[in-house]
């Protein structure tokens, strides 16, 4: 089980969500001229909604991927030019070797994945942030809800500074869920400082 890449990615996110909360903690005792002592009410609440999180992101990249590869197959140069020349000897020989055609690319489906992550997926994603890290801190559904109205949109535009970034790098350079993954959760870990910050200010 534990060789899922699933469940490896959700064991790694969730060391790197507890790590974010107690460095912020570090953070904010600094600024106020505090004493340090960690709070573990807080990294639990991460850690459990980093454990909730992760698994359904993954399976979105994974659905993403699937519908919108972001590498397909194309004739190879060389190819394209032993054809463009009727060079029949070495389209065979292309074709032996397996590099008729090569993984590129591709834009039209990078921009609509990119498109559909940062618009739906960032949306569901701050939603379920809100609702259970308040259901976490003993909210009802309504008050949770009332918090969603409330911070759902500077959490997105908070989040637009970084994420789509994170997912343009995602989508034409790393080529892995897996990879694409580790990348998400580093990045996520400098979310979850910003956000343990603030929601430890008054």
Not at 11 to 24: M, R, T, Y
Not at 28 to 43: D, E, G, K, L, M
Not at 63 to 76: I, K, Y
Request: with cysteine.
């Amino acid at each position: 089980m534990l060789s899922s890449p699933i469940v490896r990615a959700t064991i790694q996110s969730c060391l790197l969500s507890a790590s974010s909360n107690v460095l912020a903690q570090t953070i904010s005792a600094y600024r106020t001229n505090s004493p340090y002592t960690i709070s573990w009410t807080p990294v639990l609440h991460f850690i459990i909604y980093t454990a909730l999180n992760c698994p359904p992101n993954f399976l979105w990249q994974q659905l993403l991927e699937s519908l919108f590869p972001s590498r397909t197959l194309r004739p190879s140069p060389a190819a394209i030019a032993a054809a463009s020349s009727n060079d029949d000897k070495e389209l065979d020989s292309e074709e032996a070797t397996h590099s008729i055609v090569e993984p590129r690319l591709n834009g039209r489906n990078t921009v609509l994945k990119f498109l559909i992550d940062q618009s739906a997926g960032g949306a569901a994603n701050t939603v379920a942030f809100i609702m259970i890290m308040a259901g976490l801190r003993g909210a009802s559904w309504e008050e949770a809800w009332n918090l969603v109205q409330f911070e759902f949109w500077p959490l997105m535009v908070a989040g637009a500074r970084l994420w789509p970034l994170v997912s343009l790098i995602n989508f034409t350079v790393l080529e892995s869920v897996e990879s694409r993954n580790l990348l998400g959760s580093l990045a996520g870990m400098a979310w979850g400082v910003y956000l343990s910050l603030e929601a430890a200010s008054p």
